[in-house]
Protein backbone atom coordinates (compact mmCIF):
# COMPACT_ATOMS: atom_id res chain seq x y z
CA UNK A 1 0.00 0.00 0.00
CA UNK A 2 2.54 2.84 -1.27
CA UNK A 3 1.26 6.40 -0.93
CA UNK A 4 4.83 7.97 -0.93
CA UNK A 5 4.41 11.49 -1.89
CA UNK A 6 0.59 11.89 -1.69
CA UNK A 7 -1.44 13.96 0.10
CA UNK A 8 -4.00 12.41 1.79
CA UNK A 9 -6.28 14.27 3.82
CA UNK A 10 -8.48 13.15 6.54
CA UNK A 11 -11.32 14.92 8.16
CA UNK A 12 -12.14 13.55 11.66
CA UNK A 13 -9.02 12.24 11.58
CA UNK A 14 -7.49 12.63 15.19
CA UNK A 15 -9.49 9.80 16.69
CA UNK A 16 -10.63 6.42 16.03
CA UNK A 17 -10.92 5.17 12.91
CA UNK A 18 -9.93 7.78 11.64
CA UNK A 19 -6.34 8.42 13.17
CA UNK A 20 -5.81 4.71 12.38
CA UNK A 21 -6.12 5.89 9.46
CA UNK A 22 -3.89 9.22 9.32
CA UNK A 23 -1.48 6.63 10.75
CA UNK A 24 -1.30 4.06 8.13
CA UNK A 25 -1.06 6.85 5.81
CA UNK A 26 1.41 8.53 6.88
CA UNK A 27 3.36 5.29 7.76
CA UNK A 28 2.75 4.21 3.69
CA UNK A 29 4.56 7.34 2.96
CA UNK A 30 2.03 9.93 2.75
CA UNK A 31 1.68 13.33 3.79
CA UNK A 32 -0.84 13.17 5.96
CA UNK A 33 -3.38 16.27 7.19
CA UNK A 34 -5.84 15.89 9.74
CA UNK A 35 -9.27 18.15 10.30
CA UNK A 36 -11.34 18.17 13.32
CA UNK A 37 -13.19 20.49 15.22
CA UNK A 38 -10.97 21.22 18.50
CA UNK A 39 -7.35 22.51 18.66
CA UNK A 40 -6.55 20.21 21.70
CA UNK A 41 -7.67 17.23 19.45
CA UNK A 42 -5.38 18.04 16.54
CA UNK A 43 -2.53 18.78 18.51
CA UNK A 44 -2.86 15.27 20.05
CA UNK A 45 -3.58 13.66 16.74
CA UNK A 46 -0.32 15.26 15.73
CA UNK A 47 2.04 13.87 18.61
CA UNK A 48 1.24 10.30 17.68
CA UNK A 49 1.26 10.46 14.25
CA UNK A 50 4.40 10.27 11.72
CA UNK A 51 6.63 13.25 11.68
CA UNK A 52 5.59 15.68 8.65
CA UNK A 53 1.85 15.55 9.28
CA UNK A 54 -0.25 18.34 9.37
CA UNK A 55 -3.48 19.65 11.06
CA UNK A 56 -6.28 21.89 10.92
CA UNK A 57 -9.57 23.32 12.63
CA UNK A 58 -12.51 23.08 11.54
CA UNK A 59 -16.19 22.71 12.49
CA UNK A 60 -16.93 19.95 9.73
CA UNK A 61 -20.61 20.34 10.15
CA UNK A 62 -19.62 24.11 8.96
CA UNK A 63 -19.82 23.91 4.67
CA UNK A 64 -18.04 27.30 4.20
CA UNK A 65 -15.40 26.22 7.19
CA UNK A 66 -14.37 22.77 5.24
CA UNK A 67 -14.29 24.09 1.71
CA UNK A 68 -12.53 27.63 3.26
CA UNK A 69 -9.54 25.04 4.65
CA UNK A 70 -9.39 22.60 1.77
CA UNK A 71 -9.30 25.55 -0.63
CA UNK A 72 -6.02 27.06 1.46
CA UNK A 73 -4.99 23.25 1.24
CA UNK A 74 -4.79 23.18 -2.19
CA UNK A 75 -4.35 20.03 -4.32
CA UNK A 76 -4.93 16.57 -3.03
CA UNK A 77 -4.50 12.91 -3.76
CA UNK A 78 -6.89 11.15 -1.48
CA UNK A 79 -9.95 12.85 0.41
CA UNK A 80 -11.19 10.23 4.03
CA UNK A 81 -14.16 11.19 5.55
CA UNK A 82 -14.92 9.54 9.14
CA UNK A 83 -16.34 12.66 10.79
CA UNK A 84 -18.78 11.37 13.50
CA UNK A 85 -20.93 11.56 16.53
CA UNK A 86 -22.12 8.94 18.59
CA UNK A 87 -25.79 8.25 17.94
CA UNK A 88 -28.52 8.41 20.13
CA UNK A 89 -30.79 5.78 19.28
CA UNK A 90 -34.49 6.90 19.45
CA UNK A 91 -37.92 5.08 18.07
CA UNK A 92 -40.06 6.45 15.49
CA UNK A 93 -42.91 6.87 17.73
CA UNK A 94 -41.18 9.16 19.79
CA UNK A 95 -39.22 10.63 17.06
CA UNK A 96 -37.08 14.08 17.60
CA UNK A 97 -36.73 14.98 14.11
CA UNK A 98 -34.36 18.13 14.84
CA UNK A 99 -32.13 15.67 16.61
CA UNK A 100 -31.89 13.65 13.43
CA UNK A 101 -31.54 15.95 11.42
CA UNK A 102 -28.40 17.15 13.49
CA UNK A 103 -26.68 13.62 12.94
CA UNK A 104 -27.71 14.01 9.48
CA UNK A 105 -26.14 17.46 9.35
CA UNK A 106 -22.45 16.04 10.27
CA UNK A 107 -22.52 12.37 9.14
CA UNK A 108 -24.46 12.93 5.68
CA UNK A 109 -24.07 16.82 4.32
CA UNK A 110 -21.27 17.32 5.87
CA UNK A 111 -19.78 14.44 3.69
CA UNK A 112 -21.20 16.01 0.99
CA UNK A 113 -20.39 19.26 1.36
CA UNK A 114 -16.76 18.12 1.94
CA UNK A 115 -17.10 16.33 -1.37
CA UNK A 116 -18.42 19.69 -2.99
CA UNK A 117 -15.20 21.16 -2.12
CA UNK A 118 -12.47 18.59 -2.72
CA UNK A 119 -13.48 17.18 -5.64
CA UNK A 120 -12.03 19.96 -8.07
CA UNK A 121 -8.59 19.40 -5.85
CA UNK A 122 -8.37 16.05 -6.24
CA UNK A 123 -5.46 15.15 -8.88
CA UNK A 124 -5.04 12.49 -12.09
CA UNK A 125 -5.51 9.20 -10.31
CA UNK A 126 -6.80 9.98 -6.59
CA UNK A 127 -10.05 8.98 -4.26
CA UNK A 128 -12.49 10.02 -2.05
CA UNK A 129 -13.79 7.39 0.62
CA UNK A 130 -16.62 7.86 2.84
CA UNK A 131 -17.90 6.01 6.30
CA UNK A 132 -21.05 4.45 6.41
CA UNK A 133 -21.70 1.20 8.32
CA UNK A 134 -23.93 -2.16 9.14
CA UNK A 135 -26.82 -0.29 10.40
CA UNK A 136 -28.45 -0.15 7.20
CA UNK A 137 -27.95 -3.85 6.67
CA UNK A 138 -28.82 -5.27 9.72
CA UNK A 139 -30.97 -2.44 12.13
CA UNK A 140 -32.71 -3.03 15.24
CA UNK A 141 -35.45 -1.53 17.00
CA UNK A 142 -34.59 2.29 17.59
CA UNK A 143 -32.05 2.39 14.45
CA UNK A 144 -34.21 3.64 11.88
CA UNK A 145 -32.30 7.42 12.22
CA UNK A 146 -28.76 5.58 12.30
CA UNK A 147 -29.66 3.19 9.09
CA UNK A 148 -31.24 5.93 7.15
CA UNK A 149 -27.89 8.08 7.36
CA UNK A 150 -25.70 4.98 6.55
CA UNK A 151 -28.14 3.80 3.93
CA UNK A 152 -27.77 7.44 2.32
CA UNK A 153 -23.76 7.36 2.11
CA UNK A 154 -24.10 4.15 0.37
CA UNK A 155 -26.42 5.51 -2.18
CA UNK A 156 -23.78 8.63 -2.13
CA UNK A 157 -20.72 6.76 -2.66
CA UNK A 158 -22.15 5.13 -5.90
CA UNK A 159 -23.66 8.44 -7.03
CA UNK A 160 -20.59 10.15 -6.72
CA UNK A 161 -18.64 7.37 -8.32
CA UNK A 162 -20.42 8.00 -11.49
CA UNK A 163 -20.49 11.67 -11.55
CA UNK A 164 -17.00 12.51 -10.00
CA UNK A 165 -15.25 9.64 -12.06
CA UNK A 166 -11.93 9.29 -12.93
CA UNK A 167 -12.25 10.24 -9.32
CA UNK A 168 -12.87 6.61 -7.69
CA UNK A 169 -15.27 7.23 -4.92
CA UNK A 170 -15.59 4.24 -2.42
CA UNK A 171 -16.78 3.86 1.75
CA UNK A 172 -16.25 1.75 4.01
CA UNK A 173 -18.89 0.10 6.14
CA UNK A 174 -17.62 -1.02 9.77
CA UNK A 175 -18.97 -3.01 12.21
CA UNK A 176 -19.02 -2.29 15.90
CA UNK A 177 -15.33 -1.44 16.79
CA UNK A 178 -13.23 -0.68 19.48
CA UNK A 179 -13.11 2.80 19.73
CA UNK A 180 -13.78 6.18 21.56
CA UNK A 181 -16.85 5.86 19.83
CA UNK A 182 -18.00 4.54 22.86
CA UNK A 183 -16.63 6.14 25.44
CA UNK A 184 -20.07 7.79 26.73
CA UNK A 185 -20.75 4.23 27.66
CA UNK A 186 -19.86 3.06 31.27
CA UNK A 187 -17.07 0.83 30.96
CA UNK A 188 -18.75 -1.92 32.75
CA UNK A 189 -21.20 -1.79 30.25
CA UNK A 190 -19.13 -1.30 27.23
CA UNK A 191 -16.89 -3.80 27.97
CA UNK A 192 -20.25 -6.37 28.45
CA UNK A 193 -21.47 -5.28 24.81
CA UNK A 194 -17.63 -5.98 23.44
CA UNK A 195 -17.82 -9.36 25.11
CA UNK A 196 -21.34 -10.05 23.84
CA UNK A 197 -20.32 -9.18 19.97
CA UNK A 198 -16.96 -11.12 19.98
CA UNK A 199 -18.73 -14.32 20.82
CA UNK A 200 -21.67 -13.88 18.96
CA UNK A 201 -20.19 -12.97 15.06
CA UNK A 202 -17.91 -15.47 13.30
CA UNK A 203 -14.44 -14.06 13.74
CA UNK A 204 -14.90 -14.43 17.60
CA UNK A 205 -13.03 -10.94 18.67
CA UNK A 206 -14.60 -7.35 18.38
CA UNK A 207 -12.83 -5.37 15.98
CA UNK A 208 -10.41 -2.81 16.02
CA UNK A 209 -10.39 0.47 14.48
CA UNK A 210 -6.84 -0.85 12.53
CA UNK A 211 -8.74 -3.41 11.24
CA UNK A 212 -11.08 -0.60 9.25
CA UNK A 213 -8.14 1.73 8.79
CA UNK A 214 -6.50 -1.05 6.14
CA UNK A 215 -9.78 -1.13 4.59
CA UNK A 216 -9.82 2.67 4.13
CA UNK A 217 -6.11 2.17 2.67
CA UNK A 218 -7.09 -0.31 0.32
CA UNK A 219 -9.64 2.23 -0.70
CA UNK A 220 -6.85 4.77 -1.60
CA UNK A 221 -4.30 2.45 -3.45
CA UNK A 222 -6.65 -0.24 -5.30
CA UNK A 223 -6.35 1.85 -8.63
CA UNK A 224 -9.73 -0.34 -10.10
CA UNK A 225 -12.18 -0.05 -7.64
CA UNK A 226 -14.77 2.70 -7.35
CA UNK A 227 -18.91 2.78 -6.40
CA UNK A 228 -17.82 0.07 -3.80
CA UNK A 229 -18.69 -0.12 -0.28
CA UNK A 230 -16.15 -2.31 1.45
CA UNK A 231 -17.80 -3.75 4.57
CA UNK A 232 -15.27 -4.89 7.48
CA UNK A 233 -17.58 -6.33 10.07
CA UNK A 234 -16.29 -9.38 11.34
CA UNK A 235 -19.15 -11.18 9.74
CA UNK A 236 -21.87 -9.57 11.71
CA UNK A 237 -24.18 -9.10 8.80
CA UNK A 238 -24.43 -12.59 8.38
CA UNK A 239 -25.55 -14.02 11.82
Known sequence: MDLYGQRVVVLGGTSGVGLAV?????????????????????DKAL????????????????????RAVLEELGELDHLVYTAGEPLALMSVIELDVEQARRFFGLRFFGALAAVSAAAPLVRP???ITLTTGIAKDRPD????????????????????????????????????????????MG???????????????????????GDAAQAYLYCMTQAFTTG???????????V
Open 22 to 42: AAGAGSAGAEVVVVSSRRSSV
Open 141 to 184: AGWAVPASICGAVEALTKALAVELAPVRVNAVSPGVLRSPLWAG
Open 125 to 127: GGS
Open 228 to 238: TVLTVDGGTVL
Open 47 to 66: SALPDGAVGRVADLSDPATV
Open 187 to 209: EAEREQMYGDIAEAIPVGRIGEV
